[in-house]
């Protein structure tokens, strides 16, 4: 084959390639938003979308800390499973925490389909010992898809062996 045949035929497949993604809003679609909780005053744990069938959803420069506090709301395809890539993390508004503080965090992908119409918010818990997130059906309340989990690096919570009082020891005589 000539190198002019096959450089056009590379251009009609990179044309085919970059063909535009279909507006969602066009589409019958679910609402899907982010939302957040102030623990402390200081610090306020966020959980949002990342990605959505593998296509970010976030701002290119994307900066926390700069967006404490505020929602984003996405439109999803309804009526197909969605891959959705979701993260929990607790923000400080005070940088010094910010940079030294154990910054907890959880992520990881949850697949659904949506309804048309519907909405859908995340919402998770924070804490030392273990992160959650997860996707709830704004009308019923119901977790949607997969609930993430992940330890965190604090002090575990006590197990039921360690609420038994230690056996006590014995000692021989002796002077």
Not at 64 to 91: C, S, W
Request: contains cysteine.
């Amino acid at each position: 084959m000539r190198p002019a045949a096959l450089t056009l035929a590379s251009m009609i497949l990179l044309v085919a390639g970059c063909q535009a993604l279909p507006d969602v809003a066009a589409l019958p679609h679910a609402a899907l938003s982010g939302t957040h909780v102030d623990a402390d005053g200081d610090r306020i744990d966020t959980f949002r979308a990342l990605r959505v069938d593998g296509r970010d959803v976030l701002p290119a420069t994307d900066e926390p800390a700069r967006l404490i506090g505020v929602d984003a709301t996405q439109l999803v395809p309804a009526g197909r499973a969605v891959h959705v890539e979701i993260e929990g993390l607790a923000l400080y508004r005070n940088t010094m925490r910010r940079l030294f503080w154990d910054p907890m965090h959880v992520q990881g992908v949850v697949d659904f389909v949506p309804a048309a119409g519907a909405r859908y918010s995340l919402h998770g818990s924070i804490t030392p010992e273990r992160s959650s997130v997860w996707i709830e059906d704004d009308a019923t309340h119901a977790v949607v898809g997969a609930r993430i989990s992940a330890a965190g690096r604090g002090t575990p919570a006590p197990t039921p062996d360690d609420a038994k009082p230690a056996a006590p020891t014995l000692r021989s005589g002796g002077a």
